[in-house]
């Protein structure tokens, strides 16, 4: 691992100018992927900016207009058991603590959990070829052990996965991301802040290099009647998804009049077909009307030797997610099926 | 150098530490303080969990210099002089251990959970352990013991 120094930012302005004017300086929040990226030398920074000092962004807020304002240094545990949230967004509740473990969840902040990078085991060994750490480099999951890899939205150059469950939540909440830098202020809708892989894997998202990620916004709508997260992996708890999906529904008697479906550890980012939605609206809330959502958000998806499974897998989730969200009283810890 | 204060187990130290020296590697190498144990280094064993300002965290995943001021609790620090914590006395009641190398990430962690208030049933303690790997798998016992200490007595099945 590389010497780096270590500053405290005061302010948004002074970590930003002290990261923007050094491209080999990265900012520090929770640290608990940063950390160990640095550990595996895939991260070599030259200085780390603290941003917990920083006076705001460290509350949950209620807004006129209906919305709460999620600030991106509370800890990811303060979030998912904030009274508000719970109430409210109990979907993005249930999917944070379907994540990590409970002291990851205290140390991890709600800016950070969107900038993880992906648990490929090919990514973090420095002996094989990786496109996202070395690019050009080639890939070495295509042809190799890929039972962990995407689905949809792959190219040739990476077929890497986005690890995050709160990030399921957020993009079935249409969430948005507020950010600062040196160009001012910005407000990214959540389905455009994350990057399908194209033939530059080495970026995830579309943060810039010195912006900031200040805090999230939740619209007013939070499918707190009707919602489920469901997350199938290969322990009950402290792994990642193979498949997970955020479902919310509202409802008027038993037909849907809004759904919400978003999947998780099939693709480079949070997985959402609008289309698969708009089906939804007006048919009964049955398996037979989930089968069709699966069938529109698993459109185009391609499996690879080890994990051509996650297609069905994944479709049988949304059926069963969605019944789950007729039943949310039920839900399980760790998000196991239920119902 | 930066100047690093630390209360750790309710005792002030003021530390020279370099920028990239864990809260884990200045618990262990600067204050010897060895009941905190490097499982995996990578956040994936719970075996260096701390409790920092009533929090249980990975001590691994954290700088010394990020935690400056902060009050942090260790397993040295749970037992009252010669008397064991309830967790400790309950450990060894239950048999929740083989090794031990996991015991102190264990019972911080669960100081945590209790603290925390969050864990209801038997089934939402085990998941909020999860956290704290035991490779001998007294998983079991280990979960009996917090029961105990949680609610005065539980030995059901796992």
């Known amino acids: ?339 | 150098m930066p100047i690093v204060k630390l209360n750790i187990n309710q005792q002030t130290y003021e530390l020279d530490v370099l920028p990239w020296v864990s809260l884990l590697d200045a618990i262990r190498e600067r204050l010897l303080l060895t009941g905190t144990k490097k499982g995996c280094d990578h956040g994936q064993c719970g075996a260096c969990t701390v409790i920092c300002d009533d929090k249980r965290i990975l001590s691994c995943m954290t700088l010394a210099v990020m935690k400056n001021g902060a009050a942090i609790t260790t397993i040295e620090g749970i037992a009252e002089g010669d008397e064991l914590h309830p967790l400790q006395k309950a450990f060894i009641e239950h048999d929740a251990f083989q090794c031990g190398y996991c015991t102190p990430g264990q019972i911080c962690s669960a100081i945590g959970l209790l603290t925390e208030g969050k864990a209801k049933t038997r089934e939402e303690v085990k998941e909020l352990m999860s956290g704290n790997l035991c490779r001998c798998g007294a998983n079991a016992n280990i979960i009996d013991a917090i029961m105990e200490v949680k609610e005065g007595g539980s030995r059901e099945q796992f």
């Open chain 1, 1 to 339: 691992m590389n010497n780096f120094d270590y500053q405290q930012a005061a302010s948004i302005a002074d970590g930003i100018q002290l990261v923007s004017t050094n491209n080999k300086a990265a900012f520090v929040a929770g640290g608990t992927n940063l950390i160990d990226l640095w550990k595996y030398r895939l991260m070599e920074p030259e200085l780390l900016v603290d941003l917990n000092q920083v006076k705001e962004h460290h509350s949950i807020e209620e807004k006129e207009d209906g919305s709460v304002r999620l600030g991106a240094f509370v800890s990811n545990a303060d979030t998912a058991y904030h009274p508000i949230i719970e109430k409210r967004y109990p979907l993005l509740s249930k999917a944070i603590l379907a994540g990590a473990s409970a002291q990851i969840r205290n140390m991890a902040s709600n800016g950070g959990n969107l900038l993880q990078r992906t648990r490929c085991y090919y990514f973090y060994d420095p002996n094989v070829p990786c496109n996202k750490r070395t690019p050009g480099s080639g890939c070495s999951a295509i042809d190799g052990y890929n039972r962990i890899h995407a689905i949809l939205g792959a190219s040739d150059n990476c077929i890497a996965v986005f690890p995050s469950d709160m990030c399921v939540a957020l993009a079935a909440l249409d969430a948005v991301v507020n950010t600062s830098g040196t160009d001012g202020e910005r407000s990214i809708p959540f389905s455009e802040f994350h990057r399908l892989p194209g033939d530059m894997p080495e970026q995830d998202n579309n943060l810039r290099h010195g912006e900031i990620i200040t805090s999230i916004d939740l619209p007013e709508k939070g499918f707190s009647g009707n919602y489920s997260y469901l997350k199938l992996r290969d322990r009950h708890s402290y792994a990642f998804a193979l498949v997970s999906v955020a479902t919310g529904l509202e409802l008027s008697g038993d037909i849907i009049t809004d759904a919400r479906i978003a999947l998780g550890g099939l693709a480079h980012k949070p997985w959402r077909i609008n289309e698969a939605e708009l089906f939804l609206k007006g048919k009964q809330a049955n398996a037979e009307s989930f089968a069709g959502a699966a069938e529109i958000l698993l459109q185009g998806a391609k499996g690879f030797k080890y994990n051509s499974f996650k297609i069905e897998l994944a479709k049988r989730a949304i059926i069963r997610n969605g019944l789950m969200a007729l039943h949310p009283e039920q839900q399980l810890p760790g998000a196991r099926p239920s119902a």
